[in-house]
Structures are given as C-alpha cells and as structure tokens.
C-alpha cells in the first residue's frame, strides 16, 4: 500500500544496514566553502560499497524479504547504480538477483554488474523498455521486482543519509540533494524535518530530465519529454511512475527543487575532481553547485 515512512523507519532502516554500508564521511570542502562563502560540507556517498548511495535503500529493502521471496529471487531494470546494489545485495543475501538493462548499456556498467553475480538480461534500446521487461519477466517468473525508488523500504534506507547528517553536524543549515525519481531525497527529507524542522532540503535536478521539478510545479506527475535524453547525469534521467510515494514526500518535505544546466554539471564533476580529488558522477555532482 501507499504507506507512508517514518522517522522510526529510518532509525530501524540505519539499524539493519550497518553490516552492508558505510557511514560515509562529511568533509568540509574548503574550494566550495570559499567559493560560496559559507561551510559546505560534501557526504561523499561515492566512498560508498559499490560507490553510490544506492545500497543503502536496497539493502534495507532486502533484508525485509519473506522466504518465499527470497527463494523465488528478486529482478530490477538499471543499467547503474541501482542494479549493481541489487546484484551486490542478491550475492551478500545469498539468493538470485536478474537485472534487465538497456542493449546500449556502456560494457564498463555491464562488468560492473556481473561481477557480483547476477544474471544480466540486455532488452530494448532505452530504459523504459528494459523497465517494462523486467515487471514483464517478474510476473511470468514470479521474481519480486525491485523498484529504484518508489519503494517504502528503499526510501528509509536512503534516508539514513539525513540521520547521518545530523548527527555529524546538528547546525546544518541546508541540504542540497540530487534527484531523479526522488528516493533520496524522499528519505533525506523526513529524516532532517523531523529532527530539525527548520533545516532547508534543497533538491537539484538537471534540466535534461526536469521531472520531479516539473511535477511539483503541477501538483501532479508528469510524463517525460522525451525518451532516453542524452544526459551526464544518467542516474537523474528516469520519470517518476503513477502513485510515487517519492512525489507526495517530496510536496511535503521538499523546500524546493532547482535546476542546473547540462554544461554546469559536467563543470562540477571536473572540479570536484580538481580541487577534492574526489571523483564523483553527473548525478552526484549536482548537488555541490556553487
């Protein structure tokens, strides 16, 4: 059902991952900080397992299987980091993960994602193709399917990032997040209102894809533009299905969503990479504009 999640779901989410995940480090970054006059601080989720936050949500999210689930096994669509939690996730749990990804998948995300043993199935040419596939294939074969973010568990997992920002800096005054279907987001946000109510929660998305940012605009969903644009940040680039529970977190919590060009973007990500030494993806980088 469409339930809501809580702060206490989160708190039991941060319980049960601590054996998968990292708490990921808070540092100041001193070239960002200059830059806006102010203390910006990063949480670098890219020093992650499997180098993206997303682990966090799938873990929680499969650790709460039945036995039967877990004996009928569990499938998803990404060609990214979503895909590789799972297959990561189906390993360390001991029970079969398929992903289903794009035929025009990079060989580099593909590697990624069979090197934790999951089976791979290549279908269609763009990720709404690969995504019909895949429920298509969780029916006839009676796999769960795992959603990349329209999932209670999943949005709790995500939100231990906020406990984690808190706790680490209880004067926050701010916290930028990237967002795509908004699973992040979602979760970071009733995680930091709850604790600290007047905290901001700024969401950034890429013009590319403005989905969530369109949609809160409209008070409803909206559809994508268009299929498969070309963005750097592939990881921001899906649409957000019917009934999200991401997109009503989001008009509850979420202060506010803002946009960023493609060219800024890919600005960030070098950088980053410059003057933290940190190498981060298109969809992370979006959230330490200047």
């Known amino acids: 059902g469409n339930k809501m999640v809580t702060l206490k779901d989160i708190q039991e989410a941060q319980k049960a991952i601590v054996p998968y995940a990292n708490c990921t480090p808070l540092n100041r970054s001193k070239f960002l900080s200059d830059l ?3 203390d910006v ?3 670098l989720e890219n020093l992650q397992v499997t180098h993206s936050f997303k682990i966090r949500g799938v873990i929680n999210k499969l650790l709460h299987l039945s036995a039967e689930e877990k004996a009928q096994g569990v499938i998803t669509a990404s060609a990214g980091n979503h895909g590789q939690a799972v297959a990561f996730g189906g390993q ?3 029970f079969s993960a398929k992903i289903v990804v794009p035929t025009t998948t990079p060989k580099i995300r593909v590697d990624g994602i069979k090197k934790y043993g999951a089976e791979l199935i290549l279908f269609g040419e763009t ?8 429920k298509e294939l969780a029916q006839s074969e009676g796999r769960l399917y795992i959603s990349p973010y329209n999932d209670p568990l999943i949005v709790a997992g ?9 706790d680490e800096l209880p004067k926050v005054d701010a916290v930028l997040v990237p ?14 209102k709850n604790l600290k109510s ?4 700024i969401g950034v998305q890429s013009e590319a894809v403005p989905i969530m940012f369109e949609s809160l605009k409209a008070g409803k969903i909206v559809p994508p533009h268009r299929h498969n644009p070309k963005t750097i940040a592939e990881g921001l680039s899906g649409g957000i299905e019917k009934g999200s529970i991401t997109f009503s977190i989001s008009q509850r919590y979420v202060d506010e969503v803002v946009l960023v060009r493609e060219e800024t973007l890919r600005q960030a990500v070098y950088l980053l990479w410059k003057n933290e030494k940190q190498v981060v993806e298109g969809s992370g980088a979006a959230g330490s504009r200047g």
């Open 158 to 166: 995500h939100g231990t990032i906020g406990l984690e920002v808190i």
């Open 92 to 94: 360390k749990l001991g």
């Open 41 to 43: 601080f990063l949480k």
């Open 36 to 38: 806006c006059s102010a």
């Open 198 to 201: 007047n905290v901001q929660v």
């Open 127 to 134: 990720y709404p193709e690969a995504e019909r596939k895949a």
């Open 179 to 192: 967002v795509g279907g908004g699973g992040l987001i979602s979760g970071i946000a009733i995680a930091v």
